[in-house]
């Protein structure tokens, strides 16, 4: 209930009719503290007791560390509760159809929170795209400048990441007080406490607890032309990058997805970049560099487009441009649009069923930069054809205590 989780705990709390329950953390001080707003919310560090104690409450919002997002998430489906979950959804890609899976038993209302998916920026993107604004699109580059993850002291300075690490410390440091590390690990395999894993967003490059940057941002950014081109699963993805690293996620690498025709929309190629790594079109200087951003390339046009802002090219070709009628429903935010659903019943704009193909497209981009091959992924099967080391990262045998099944 620190970080996402007090964000998301402010956000829902202005419907007043929502009352908090209980809350979880690892961390009692942060209970504590938390507590004091919510003084009639029973505590818990454990969010196993929590499930099973509160067997009468109408929802769970789960804002953990990804590694355990799915430990929260189908035990309170399996219970038949609304789920609001942050992003990404899962850790692992067979977590991800193990929680669409549940959520389609529950029969629920579910989001993933991607905030930037309820914005009015991106859906007018989609509408624009889904009109032919600019024809067939045959392409899409999406690009970060965050660079977390493995590389030398000078380029974390350089790229401004909070700490540098080129490998995983031998060494134990002292746990911060009142955490519960043990907890904190969770399904994840041990490892001895140490200052680079944490406080948030540290662990984000280490395999054990996350998928790096890919994982992170592409839940957001791949969202849009994931959304705006109907993507579902990849057919082939190829990853480049420094050689990886068996414990940490790269600072910088970009990978291609190759899809199918989908209903009336052409075959597409999608292609990622993170760090500094950059689109021909952006570091030739023929699109505006907006530090990160969505390029959609169609037979008519271009559409540029970040968390904010978007725009049609060539500007003068598109001046006299007549927009469609808005048809994507406006969203009070994806909390509120969450508790509204559960209130009411009504839809999500992020559901598992949308947010686990996502995710789990994301996820294939990952197998393909760890095992440094061109995947060719059955996206029903859930299996990487003649690749044995991407099908082991497919999923992930949990500690003892812990289990999906």
């Not at 959804?89 to 929680?99: D, F, G, N, P, Q």
């Amino acid at each position: 209930v620190g970080g996402r989780g007090g964000a998301n705990l402010k956000e829902m709390t202005k419907d007043s009719s929502v009352q908090v329950a209980a809350i979880c953390d690892i961390n009692p001080k942060t209970l504590e503290r938390v507590s004091e707003s919510y003084p009639s919310a029973r505590k818990y560090v454990d969010l196993r007791r929590l499930l099973d104690d509160l067997k009468d409450i109408d929802g769970v919002v789960v804002s953990t560390t990804e590694h355990t997002h799915a430990y929260a998430t189908v035990p309170a489906l399996r219970q038949g509760k609304p789920v609001y979950c942050e992003k990404p959804l899962t850790y692992c890609i067979a977590e991800s159809r193990k929680v669409m899976q549940a959520a389609i038993e529950a029969n629920v209302p579910t989001q993933m929170g991607t905030q930037i998916h309820a914005s009015s920026n991106y859906h007018r993107v989609v509408e624009l795209i889904q009109s032919g604004a600019i024809g067939d699109v045959s392409e899409a580059h999406v690009w970060v400048s965050r660079a977390w993850g493995w590389q030398s002291p000078e380029d974390a300075l350089t790229n401004k990441d909070i700490v540098s690490v080129t490998d995983r410390p031998k060494e134990e440091s002292p746990v911060p007080d009142g955490i519960d590390w043990d907890l904190w690990i969770g399904p994840a395999p041990y490892r001895p406490y140490n200052e680079v894993y944490l406080p948030g967003p540290k662990w984000y490059r280490w395999w054990d607890f996350a998928n790096g940057t890919l994982s992170d941002l592409g839940a957001h950014m791949i969202d849009l032309p994931f959304w705006a081109l109907k993507l579902d699963s990849p057919r082939f993805v190829e990853a480049f990058g420094p050689e990886p690293h068996p414990e940490l996620a790269p600072a910088s690498m970009r990978a291609t997805y190759e899809y199918g025709p989908r209903g009336n929309m052409p075959a597409c190629k999608l292609h990622w970049y993170q760090g500094s790594e950059k689109p021909p079109l952006v570091r030739d200087g023929l699109v505006p560099n907006w530090g990160s951003g969505i390029l959609f390339v169609g037979s008519k046009g271009m559409l540029l487009s970040d968390y904010g802002k978007h725009v049609l090219m060539p500007e003068e070709k598109f001046k006299d441009f007549e927009r469609p009628a808005p048809w994507v429903p406006d969203s009070p935010g994806q909390q509120l649009e969450w508790v509204q659903a559960v209130k009411n019943r009504t839809p999500t704009a992020s559901p598992f069923s949308y947010a686990g193909l996502l995710t789990m497209g994301n996820l294939v981009g990952v197998l393909a930069y760890r095992t440094g091959k061109r995947i060719e992924w059955d996206g029903e099967k859930l299996e990487a054809k003649n690749n044995s080391f991407a099908n082991s990262l497919v999923d992930r045998k949990p500690r003892a205590g812990w289990s999906l099944s």
